[in-house]
Nanobody, 130 residues
Framework: EVQLVESGGGLVQAGGSLRLSCAASGFTFDDYAIGWFRQAPGKEREGVSC????????YYADSVKGRFAISSDNAKNTVYLQMNSLKPEDTAVYYC???????????????????????WGKGTLVTVSS
């Protein structure tokens, strides 16, 4: 059974940090690009970051560049999203997603990225207070 299990969400003040984790199982981790999407109330789901091939390919949305960092631990089949300098507009449910392939290319087409994902986690809520 394929599973993507997110953890690490919570409530934090603006300027603070959180680290999200996505533990994957049930598929060959190395054969997939793993990424993070987020969805705020009333907004479209957007791709935030992606990592593929142990970090040889990464993607960051412009809104998080310089503040978020994605990494993976292939031995643990886990992807992390370190989120620093958080802003109230980062408030959203964050979803982990997996797409078969070795690049983060799908994320460069924001309007379509989410439709290319093969597996999804259930999400973890991040709330940033001002």
């Amino acid at each position: 059974e394929v599973q993507l299990v997110e953890s690490g969400g919570g409530l934090v003040q603006a300027g603070g940090s959180l680290r999200l984790s996505c533990a994957a199982s049930g598929f060959t981790f190395d054969d997939y690009a793993i990424g993070w999407f987020r969805q705020a109330p009333g907004k479209e789901r957007e791709g935030v970051s992606c990592i593929a091939r142990s970090g040889s390919d990464t993607y960051y949305a412009d809104s998080v560049k310089g503040r978020f960092a994605i990494s993976s631990d292939n031995a643990k089949n886990t992807v992390y999203l370190q989120m620093n300098s958080l802003k109230p507009e980062d408030t959203a449910v964050y979803y982990c997603a997996a797409e078969q392939g070795t690049t983060c290319g799908s994320y460069y087409i924001p309007s379509a990225a989410q439709y290319g994902m093969d597996y999804w986690g259930k999400g973890t809520l991040v709330t940033v207070s001002s």
